[in-house]
């Protein structure tokens, strides 16, 4: 029996290089997700042209040509539901969301994270870390909530810290992780293995070792 793949909008803001993960990983013919569609609020963003040239439809919808949050929502909400979207990935999508929005698409929005959630909600996450002296750090995918970086934890990747680290070094280590975490947490989603149980993200039971699969140091 032939499985249906979910279907996936990304939403990107900038270069996109996880959507460019993701798309690479949906490629695989038994991968649970399908990317149809990349949208993005800046018209001038670089990974558009990426999501073109891999064939897939992408367009921007310019937050800055509507009047308010709201109506920016709405439009997007609506050419999310006109693809027939299942799930949404933000990839480095840089809008807070209204809470309309959260909630209409409530246990189907993931977002990659650059730190170890609940550690370093925010912006200049590498900066804080380094700032508050830890020894791990890393980036987690969570389920969209309204609360900024709240959501319940789907996956988390780890990397050391280690001694005469800045911002860069250690974002470059993190975004290798990045790439690794997102395909394999969308996949867990998308197979029906990894799903909400209230506030919390429970696992199917063939999901064997996934803190050995999902957690690396």
Not at 15 to 21: D, H
Not at 72 to 98: E, K, N, Q, T, Y
Not at 184 to 197: E, F, H, I, N, T
């Amino acid at each position: 029996m032939t499985v249906r793949r979910r279907r996936v909008a990304i939403l990107i803001s900038g270069r996109g290089s996880n959507m460019a993960a993701l798309i690479e990983a949906a490629r695989a013919v038994d991968y649970p997700a399908e990317i149809v569609l990349v949208l993005s609020n800046r018209p001038n963003a670089a990974g558009l042209a990426h999501a073109e040239a891999a064939g897939i439809p992408a367009r921007a919808l310019d937050h800055e040509a509507f009047p308010d949050r709201e109506r920016f929502d709405a439009a997007l909400d609506a050419a999310l539901r006109a693809a027939g979207i299942d799930l949404v990935c933000l990839a480095g999508f840089m809008r807070i969301f209204s809470a309309g929005f959260v909630e209409a698409w409530a246990g189907r929005m993931l977002n990659i994270h650059p730190s170890l959630l609940p550690l370093f909600r925010g912006t200049r996450t590498h900066a804080q870390a380094l700032a508050a002296g830890v020894r791990l750090h890393g980036c987690t995918v969570h389920y969209v909530v309204p609360e900024l970086d709240a959501g319940p934890i789907v996956a988390q990747a780890a990397v050391p810290v280690r001694p005469g680290d800045d911002a860069g070094t250690l974002a470059a280590r993190v975004i290798v992780q990045e790439h690794r975490l997102y395909p394999a947490a969308l996949a867990l989603v998308a197979g029906g293995r990894a799903r909400l149980d209230g506030e919390r993200v429970v696992f199917d039971a063939t999901v064997a070792g996934v803190d050995g699969a999902l957690l690396s140091v």
